[in-house]
Nanobody, 120 residues
């Protein structure tokens, strides 16, 4: 069973920083787009940042210039560095991986979610 293991959520003050980490299994890491989504209760899950198989990142407009996605191939880990946090960034953050088993078809996997709370 494929399991994405997240860590790094918690409490931060407005203007503060947090870093999320997600370890992705070796069986899927090398052929996956990966990234982070977030969800607020009562709202749909939304994309925050994704890094594709070539290493190209894309960001939601709301986080551009504040969040940075990166990956460590040796550690099979994708990171989300969140700076200048705002109260509206509070959400459950989910790690995501889309594993391509051929050119067009993929399986999607999700982490269990990690809570990010922003409060002074």
């Amino acid at each position: 069973q494929v399991q994405l293991v997240e860590s790094g959520g918690g409490l931060a003050q407005p203007g503060g920083s947090l870093r999320l980490s997600c370890v992705i299994p070796e069986t899927i890491f090398g052929h996956s787009d990966m990234g982070w989504y977030r969800q607020i209760p009562g709202k749909e899950r939304e994309s925050v940042a994704v890094i594709d198989r070539s290493g190209q990142p894309t960001y939601a407009d709301l986080v551009k210039g504040r969040f940075t996605i990166s990956r460590d191939v040796a550690q099979r880990t994708v990171y989300l560095q969140m700076n200048s946090l705002k109260p509206e960034d509070a959400a459950v953050y989910f790690c995501y991986a889309a594993h391509y088993y051929n050119k067009y078809d993929r399986d999607e996997y999700w982490g269990q979610g990690t809570q990010v709370t922003i409060s002074s």
